[in-house]
């Protein structure tokens, strides 16, 4: 088990550079001076010598990217090329905002996707079974940012309700956190709700084929026993994975959602480094949410020798 981490901690390495040099250039080949946009319309030809000096911008590109990294490497993601604040604090502390959206969706989505999932497994071709299947094809076509607005606006028009501006950290007001975060975890976990269940579903459904679920029910085990002792327990390994993958998804995209509800999380801090041409603040980030998601997908791995014995890491 412990080789298997270290080799897969190890496999961060190449992945993550290979992000960096996406993001990186990808970034360098947009059109326009980045200078010019930072210091705008007013700006001298002495101050944009300045500033293309202090960031490096007249450097040739490989040198441009191994002065990143280098300071990457030792925990230094650099300064915002528009404030000039330090973008790993700035990242770090966005970050807990959008993690806790994420894991408030996420429970959301799973409270009502799995139970939903299993009743129409169990309930094949019957009217509940279609009734959770439509549900569950309306939860994955609506668009996250449409179903925010509509919910918005029927709570505002319908009845008289808006939705708190700004942020209020969990130990300071926790009521007032959760009445912040509830909408848009909400509208996030039922787009995360519509696949849950359909893969919920039709693991139930493929492990209640099973030889050993027949010999289980011919000796007169209780059907609720069946389903949740044995049948769910066999069919997390697919929604396990899932979930993960939608985890580390909404990390990274929920910054539609951040801007419509004004949170002020980590996709908002990239959507705003974009409009600004911030080059540091949207690679340091898109770098940071690259590591986060690959380590959600190594504990999705170590959980299914935990939930399958069958399955060794050597």
């Given at each position: ?17 290979g ?68 973008i ?21 989505s799973w409270?009502?996707a ?6 129409a ?9 279609f ?68 893969m ?13 679920i ?91 020798s ?9």
């Amino acid at each position: 088990m412990y080789a298997y981490i270290i080799r897969r901690l190890l496999m961060i390495i190449p992945v993550l550079f290979g992000v960096s040099i996406v993001i990186f250039f990808t970034l360098r080949v947009i059109p326009g001076d980045v200078a010019q946009t930072i210091l705008g319309t007013s700006a001298t030809d002495e101050s944009l010598a300045a500033l293309r000096d202090k960031f490096g911008l007249n450097m040739p590109l490989y040198e441009q990217y191994f002065t990143w990294m280098s300071g990457v490497l030792v925990g230094d993601f650099g300064v915002s090329m528009r404030t000039g604040a330090e973008i790993l604090p700035e990242i770090l502390s966005r970050f807990a905002i959008t993690f806790e959206l994420t894991i408030l969706a996420a429970f959301i989505s799973w409270i009502i996707a799995i139970p939903l999932g299993i009743i129409a497994g169990v309930k094949r071709n019957t009217k509940t079974d279609f009734s959770v299947r439509v549900i569950s094809l309306l939860g994955v076509s609506v668009p996250n940012f449409a179903l925010a607005t509509i919910l918005i606006l029927v709570l505002s028009l319908s009845f008289n309700y808006s939705p708190p501006v700004g942020y209020v950290g969990f130990f300071e007001d926790p009521l007032t956190n959760l009445q912040i975060l509830f909408l848009p975890a909400f509208v996030l976990g039922t787009g995360m709700a519509g696949a849950v269940m359909r893969m919920t579903r039709s693991s139930i459904l493929e492990i209640l084929r099973q030889d050993f679920i027949r010999t289980i029910r011919a000796k007169g085990v209780r059907e609720r026993v069946v389903i949740f002792n044995h049948a769910f327990k066999n069919a997390l390994i697919p929604i396990l994975t899932i979930i993960g993958m939608q985890i580390g998804v909404l990390l990274g995209g929920t910054v539609i959602i951040e801007q419509i509800f004004s949170l002020p999380g980590l996709g908002q801090m990239v959507l705003t480094g974009i409009n600004q041409r911030d080059f540091t603040v949207v690679q340091g980030a898109i770098l940071f949410i690259a590591f986060v998601f690959v380590m959600i997908n190594l504990l999705v791995d170590l959980l299914y020798s935990y939930l399958d014995p069958r399955i060794s890491y050597k």
